[in-house]
């Protein structure tokens, strides 16, 4: 089966950075999304990791440990408009489906305080 | 392009009731999903499809039905809707392949009473 573990809420400061954590079980790990979801709204990409590393992309980077079951995702120069929740989201193979399928996590809902 | 498009945006049904949520992409994505979002939950597979004609089951199909007779469309069909049922519904696709982004619908907002 898969389990994802995200913190619930953080909260941040205007400018400031934060790191979001995701640690993850899951049979047949194939690729880490982080996606951001303003609330009454659809998640949208942020990045997409499937070696370990580093992915940088503008304010936003997201890195990968596949022997730790662990990722962050960093935003740096933190602006109001931040203020979401960033769903962790890991391919694998879903329990008793032939297939890989994206498995969410609950997501983490920040808010961005001047 | 339009993307992913979801109708309806809204909707109210009583217990008992049955309807279909329609979604259309116009991205020739062979992949093809409906997900579920409860607060605290996250994001939970309901049906998913990687072809036209190829259907299979999520994390939490009970009470939900999907075809896949095009490309384009994969609506989803609830039976004999249950308050259990309210919650948002997000349709999503994207190309075969494993790092493939998935692209979402804009959400169906759907409360039974």
């Known amino acids: 089966g898969q389990n994802i573990d995200q913190p619930t809420e953080m909260t941040a400061t205007e400018g400031a950075i934060v790191q979001i954590n995701c640690t993850y079980q899951?049979?047949?790990?194939?690729?880490l999304f982080w996606y951001q979801q303003h609330a009454g709204e659809a998640p949208t990409f942020l990045s997409y990791?499937?070696?370990?590393g580093l992915e940088e992309k503008g304010r936003f980077s997201s890195f990968l440990s596949r022997s730790k079951g662990y990722s962050y995702l960093l935003l740096k120069e933190l602006q109001m408009k931040d203020s979401a929740s960033y769903l962790c989201?890991?391919?694998?193979?879903?329990?008793?489906?032939?297939?890989?399928?994206?498995?969410f996590g609950k997501g983490t809902k920040l808010s961005v305080i001047p | 392009n339009a993307g992913v498009t979801q109708t309806p945006k809204f909707q109210v049904l009583k217990t008992g009731q049955s309807m279909t949520l329609q979604c259309a992409q116009d991205?020739?994505?062979?992949?093809m999903s409906w997900y579920r979002q409860d607060p605290g939950m996250g994001l939970r597979l309901i049906h998913y499809?990687?072809?036209?004609?190829?259907?299979d089951q999520g994390e939490v199909p009970n009470g939900y039905n999907v075809s896949r007779s095009t490309t384009e469309d994969f609506p989803l069909r609830l039976l004999s809707a249950a308050p259990s049922q309210t919650s948002v519904y997000f349709c999503?696709?994207?190309?075969?392949?494993?790092?493939?982004?998935?692209?979402f619908g804009e959400g169906s907002w759907l409360t039974v009473v």
């Open positions: 999503a696709s994207s190309y075969a392949g494993a790092g493939n982004t998935i692209y």
């Open positions: 899951t049979s047949g790990f194939n690729g």
């Open positions: 990791n499937v070696l370990d």
């Open positions: 989201a890991v391919r694998g193979l879903l329990p008793g489906a032939g297939s890989y399928q994206l498995t």
């Open positions: 991205m020739n994505h062979e992949y």
């Open positions: 499809s990687v072809g036209a004609g190829i259907t």
